[in-house]
């Protein structure tokens, strides 16, 4: 999802389509991680993440558990 045009292919039944709701999360500036070793098994470059989302290694992802902030997975 924190792939660039992929969002706005995500529907689901009885919630709006993910292209009308992304740019209203987005408008928060949230913090966006995603796993390191996620991108290289799916074989995505970084240069195809949405501007602001941070790679995260498990030891980051895990500080953040820690310390209670709210993640998505």
């Known amino acids: 999802m ?8 995500i529907e ?3 919630i709006a389509p993910v292209r009308q709701l992304f740019p209203i999360i987005l408008a928060e500036n949230p913090r966006m991680y995603v796993c390191k070793i996620d991108l290289k098994n799916l074989g995505i470059d970084e ?3 949405l ?3 941070e790679i995260a290694t498990l030891p980051t992802i895990a500080s953040h558990m820690l310390k209670r902030e709210t993640l998505m997975c």
């Open 47 to 49: 240069s195809e993440l």
């Open 2 to 9: 924190v792939q660039k045009s992929v969002a706005e292919t």
């Open 12 to 14: 689901g039944k009885n």
């Open 51 to 53: 501007d602001g989302v």
